[in-house]
């Protein structure tokens, strides 16, 4: 039986008080998902709102993002120490922040080491822009971010991170990157947490994908062998789309 986690990255949107309604109407629609973990990632501000109204734990939340000091004179930062009581889950460096905060490797490896520290599940993102694609370099690109993300933690820490690939012109675009385009990339994130951390580690990695995931193209994504699961940013603010997106990860999970 393979097991999946679906995550919500809710960007910047949704107020506390919207995002109760989108909770209360994704509750409405579910229904038991026993191989299914579904995350949820609203901004900061809502997620005490989304934390009381989640009932029977139909869904784990993160956050996304994380300042790398767990506490300090860092105006306007939140930091993982504050999240752990909240949250079980953090994005790290996802590319939004990579391209418009000017986030590097070594500040992303930072904040997976905070996120680890305080007992948060880090969702390291990594994935190339259109230009490297055109240029053959999304092998290099992804192996870097691996390897500099990953720079901070211990062949004991890397059993709880969750690594996404996001190709970054899927992002936001409808232009989903083709299965058969995902799949090699995939391969290249587990043969580099081999040759970093060794074969078990590899093995066991969850590697989610994201990028323009739709109902229509869910189980193309989830049928790839060595996917565990998606990212996903435009339809986890439908609840409509991200119940049927939840129902059929459960439905391929339990036919497996
Ligand atoms: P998208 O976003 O599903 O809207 O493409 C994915 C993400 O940014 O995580």
């Given at each position: 039986m393979k097991h999946f986690t679906i995550v919500g990255?809710?960007?910047?949107?949704?107020?506390p008080e919207q995002a109760v309604r989108l909770v209360a109407r994704l509750q409405e629609k579910a229904?038991?998902?026993?191989?299914v973990t579904s995350v949820l990632c609203p901004p900061f501000v809502s997620i005490p709102a989304v934390k009381a109204e989640i009932q029977d734990d139909l869904f784990k939340l993160g956050a996304q993002n994380l300042n790398e000091?767990?506490?300090?004179?860092?105006?306007g930062e939140v930091s993982g120490a504050m999240l752990k009581e909240l949250a079980d889950y953090v994005i790290v460096g996802h590319s939004e922040r990579r391209h418009y905060?000017?986030?590097?490797d070594k500040r992303i490896a930072k904040k997976v080491a905070a996120a680890l520290r305080n007992g948060l599940t880090p969702i390291l993102c990594v994935g190339e822009k259109l230009s490297d694609k055109q240029d053959g370099h999304t092998r290099r690109v992804v192996v870097d971010q691996l390897q500099g993300g990953l720079s901070q933690i211990t062949g004991a820490e890397i059993g709880k991170v969750i690594v996404a690939y996001e190709p970054v012109w899927a992002i936001g675009t409808g232009e989903s990157a083709a299965p058969d385009q995902v799949e090699p990339v995939v391969n290249v994130i587990r043969q580099t947490i081999e040759e970093m951390f060794g074969e078990a580690a590899s093995g066991s990695l969850e590697i989610l994908y994201g990028g323009s995931v739709s109902p229509d193209n869910v189980k193309a994504y989830l049928v790839i062998e060595h996917i565990n699961g998606l990212l996903v940013g435009?339809?986890?603010?439908n609840f409509e789309q991200f119940t049927a997106i939840m129902d059929t990860a459960a439905s391929i999970s339990d036919g497996r």
């Open positions: 990255n809710w960007k910047m949107h949704q107020t229904k038991p998902r026993t191989h000091k767990d506490e300090g004179a860092f105006t905060e000017h986030e590097t435009g339809a986890s603010l």
